[in-house]
């Protein structure tokens, strides 16, 4: 796989507007408050009777998911059909994978059928970049979560849920807790909070589910005490143990781990008596979080998987016309000499 290197301009056109979105790294304060700004307006499509608006009409958006979802997929599957692009959902257990056509093929031949979007999700971290290297220039590529490397769109939610239950970044400290080294949710998330200026992001974790290097990467303080780590935080966003990417013992057990930092009702009560309770999903009950915390009044999960269909209509549709852009800007050059 292609070794990322987040900081090229890869996703972004000469106006310095998307026109491929695969990291919240590197992207400007101004972008992802414009991304904000156009998924709030989106909210309004999803209160309406017809849910529809014609901004994809013509487009045609392929999600292909090398790896299971519930949420992302169906969620990019609506945000298209809200958008009015024709969709096509490739279910790559049944597709040609299985009898071993490459990555590479399988996309090379989508692409013959003119989608002009793929939505990609892969186990291996840089396969959406990979893609976006190699695809025809007018195709976008999204990434919807690679390995442990970035789940752009998730974070993208994440703050979209915190700006909308507790307004400026600015004045906010926000916790993660829980699988930390295997989490692309938690890269994102932290990438996005440090641009938007949340000024105290907690990371809580056991020291073997902590990747190396986070205070300089990401300007967070780290704590192995999660009773320490909650104090008066604004946000609590939980992880799950992400089993599929662990190599080996890093836990004594499930059970250790929810004693000490599983969230329960006395443990939220260390936070602000109005924090946030926040999990990406899928969560695990009474693994890294108690079902009264999970379905009481602070929780807002299942906000966050509505405000995920207008996140990625605004993706969906800004990343179409940076390629518009793009390609506008291509014809006229062209034109010219
Ligand atoms: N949060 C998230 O990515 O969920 P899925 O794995 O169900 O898409």
């Known amino acids: 796989m292609t070794p990322i290197d987040a900081?090229?301009?890869?996703?972004?056109?000469?106006?310095?507007?998307?026109?491929?979105?695969?990291t919240l790294d590197g992207l400007s304060?101004?972008?992802?408050?414009?991304?904000?700004?156009?998924?709030?307006?989106?909210?309004?499509?999803?209160?309406?009777?017809?849910?529809?608006?014609?901004?994809?009409?013509?487009?045609?958006?392929?999600?292909?998911?090398?790896?299971?979802?519930?949420?992302?997929?169906?969620?990019?599957?609506?945000?298209?059909?809200?958008?009015?692009?024709?969709v096509i959902t490739l279910n790559v257990s049944t597709s040609s994978t299985s009898k071993g056509e490459t990555l590479f093929d399988t996309l090379r031949n989508l692409e013959a059928m003119a989608a002009d979007m793929f939505v990609v999700r892969h186990a291996d971290s840089g396969a959406a970049h990979f893609i976006a290297e190699h695809v025809c220039p007018d195709v976008a590529i999204i990434n919807g979560g690679d390995g442990r490397h970035a789940h752009p769109t998730q974070g993208m939610l994440d703050m979209l849920t915190i700006r909308r239950h507790k307004g400026d970044f600015e004045k906010l400290s926000v916790a993660i807790v829980g699988d930390i080294l295997h989490s692309r949710?938690?890269?994102?998330?932290?990438?996005?909070?440090?641009?938007?200026?949340?000024?105290?992001i907690r990371v809580i974790a056991p020291k073997t589910l902590l990747p190396i290097g986070l205070e300089q990467q990401y300007g967070v303080r780290v704590f192995t005490d999660a009773n320490e780590g909650l104090k008066d935080v604004d946000v609590v966003i939980m992880l799950r143990l992400q089993r599929e990417r662990m190599q080996g013992g890093l836990l004594p057990s499930e059970g250790e781990f929810f004693r000490l930092y599983g969230l329960t009702t006395q443990r939220l009560a260390l936070a602000k008596p109005d924090a946030l309770v926040m999990h990406p999903g899928p969560i695990n009950r009474g693994v890294e979080i108690e079902s009264a915390v999970a379905d009481g009044p602070q929780s807002v999960i299942l906000n966050q998987v509505t405000y995920g269909i207008a996140v990625r209509m605004a993706v969906l549709s800004m990343t179409m016309s940076g390629q518009s852009a793009q390609r506008q800007l291509k014809q006229d050059s062209e034109e010219h000499n």
Do not use: I, Y
């Not at 900081?7 to 491929?20: A, F, S, Y």
């Not at 090398?66 to 949420?71: H, K, L, M, V």
């Open 185 to 200: 949710v938690a890269r994102s998330n932290m990438l996005a909070l440090k641009t938007l200026g949340c000024p105290d």
């Open 29 to 86: 304060r101004e972008l992802l408050t414009e991304l904000l700004d156009t998924a709030d307006s989106f909210l309004e499509v999803g209160a309406r009777a017809v849910k529809k608006v014609p901004l994809l009409r013509g487009k045609t958006v392929c999600n292909v998911f090398f790896e299971n979802s519930t949420r992302t997929r169906t969620t990019f599957e609506l945000a298209a059909q809200r958008l009015s692009a024709d």
């Open 7 to 22: 900081k090229r301009p890869l996703q972004l056109n000469d106006q310095g507007q998307l026109r491929h979105f695969l």
